[in-house]
């Protein structure tokens, strides 16, 4: 069954330095979204992505993040400075139709900064 | 303001037994509403979604009802196994959106 994949599983930065998330989302999908859960809290939405663009971002999605499809397979989170308050579990997923039917998330990356 | 509340944040039922766990909605009008779980440290994994003209949904031991008058969707699990120990989430989309409102989640734990 198609899954979405994502990478590292884990990663350690220190306070300001740029870190990439990567996700390979399912093959047929075209609409993809990152979600971030900080520890004990709720899975929260960042943004969505459509046709190469941004379609929706939070409020919680400042000048520090972005996000890129550079291929026809990949699509990363970018935070250009991280805070110690970036740290959570990043989580990719992705839709074959506009937002509302299922959306399939991946297993994560747990960003941790030091 | 707008909320999503699941009824409780833990939940402990005997094997064998059915498992009910409750989702309720303020100032939101869904249209879906879908039930993800979650194990530690691991993404939501979807289970069910149900549409606003669907009453019920059923997936093998699984079972969600749908009630937009009460604002409240029930998750059921039956023959509960010590495996359905986990998070279970409730999302739906807040208005004219493409991002998920999750719930904070129930954790069940099934005792064998």
């Known amino acids: 069954e198609p899954e979405v994949t994502q990478t590292p599983s884990h990663q350690v930065t220190q306070m300001g330095q740029e870190v990439i998330l990567r996700c390979v989302p399912i093959s047929n999908h075209l609409y993809f979204y990152w979600y971030r859960q900080i520890l004990g809290q709720k899975v929260e939405f960042l943004v969505s992505?459509?046709?190469?663009?941004?379609?929706?971002k939070s409020e919680i999605f400042d000048d520090q993040f972005s996000v890129e499809r550079p291929d026809g397979s990949n699509f990363t989170l970018k935070i250009r400075s991280t805070k110690l308050e970036d740290s959570a579990m990043y989580f990719c997923?992705?839709?074959?139709?506009?937002?509302?039917?299922?959306?399939?998330f991946g297993p994560g990356t747990r960003l941790l900064v030091l | 303001s707008q909320k999503i509340e699941q009824n409780s944040e833990a939940l402990n039922i005997q094997e064998g037994k059915t498992a009910t766990l409750t989702c309720n909605y303020t100032?939101?009008?869904?249209?879906?509403l879908q039930w993800y779980r979650q194990d530690p440290g691991r993404g939501p994994v979807f289970l069910l979604l149900?549409?606003?003209?669907?009453k019920e949904k059923r997936k093998e031991r699984l079972k969600v009802t749908f009630d937009t008058t009460l604002k409240q969707s029930l998750f059921h699990i039956t023959a509960s196994q010590p495996a359905d120990s986990a998070t279970y989430l409730c999302?739906?989309?807040?208005?004219?959106?493409?991002?998920?409102?999750f719930g904070t989640g129930t954790l069940l734990a099934v005792q064998p």
């Open positions: 999302a739906l989309y807040g208005g004219a959106t493409n991002k998920l409102i």
């Open positions: 992505f459509y046709n190469n663009e941004i379609s929706e």
């Open positions: 997923a992705s839709s074959e139709a506009p937002g509302r039917e299922t959306q399939y």
């Open positions: 149900i549409r606003e003209n669907e």
């Open positions: 100032n939101y009008s869904p249209a879906y």
